[in-house]
C-alpha cells in the first residue's frame, strides 16, 4: 500500500525505418497476468479510475495519447503522466487511482494480476481511507 512501490519504467524498445516496436515478455512483469483490458473513447474532461485494489497489480500502458494517473496512499500521492507507448506504470495493490487529462483518441492498456472480481473493488475515498488506516493497525 506505499506509493514507494510504485515504479515507471521504459520497455525494451527497437526503431528501424519501420517504425517502433516495444517488447514485454513474461520475465519482464512484476506478476503473472491473467487478464488485460483498454480504455478508449474517454471524453476530454473525462475521469476514470476513483478506485482501489485491495490485491489487484496492475501495469498501465498508454498506446496512444495521454492520460495522467494519480495514485494515493490515503496520506499522499504521485502523478504520473503516460504519453508513450514504452512507459509503463506498475501500480501494485493497495492504492487509490484517479486517470485523467485524456486528450482525444487516447488508448490505456491495463495487464491486470487477476480476473475481476468485484470484492477486490473499494469504490468511496472515505472507505479506502479507513481500510488503510485499519491495516496500518
Known amino acids: 500500500m506505499s506509493l514507494d512501490r510504485v515504479r515507471l519504467f521504459s520497455a525494451p524498445t527497437f526503431h528501424d525505418k519501420r517504425g517502433g516496436l516495444f517488447v514485454l515478455e513474461k520475465e519482464d512483469l512484476p506478476f503473472d497476468m491473467k487478464r488485460f483490458y483498454c480504455l478508449f473513447n474517454a471524453q476530454v474532461g473525462m475521469r476514470r479510475g476513483e478506485h482501489a485494489h485491495k490485491t489487484l497489480h496492475q501495469l498501465m500502458v498508454c498506446f496512444s495519447g ?53 470484492n477486490d473493488y473499494i469504490y468511496e475515498y472515505e472507505e479506502y481511507v479507513a481500510w488503510v488506516g485499519a491495516r496500518k493497525g
Open 66 to 118: 495521454s492520460v495522467t494517473v494519480t495514485l494515493d496512499d490515503g496520506e499522499r500521492n504521485r502523478r504520473f503522466e503516460l504519453a508513450r507507448p514504452d512507459q509503463i506504470l506498475y501500480v501494485p495493490p493497495g492504492l487509490w487511482r484517479n486517470i485523467d487529462d485524456f486528450v482525444p483518441e487516447t488508448v490505456v492498456g491495463v495487464f491486470a494480476s487477476d480476473v475481476y472480481d468485484t
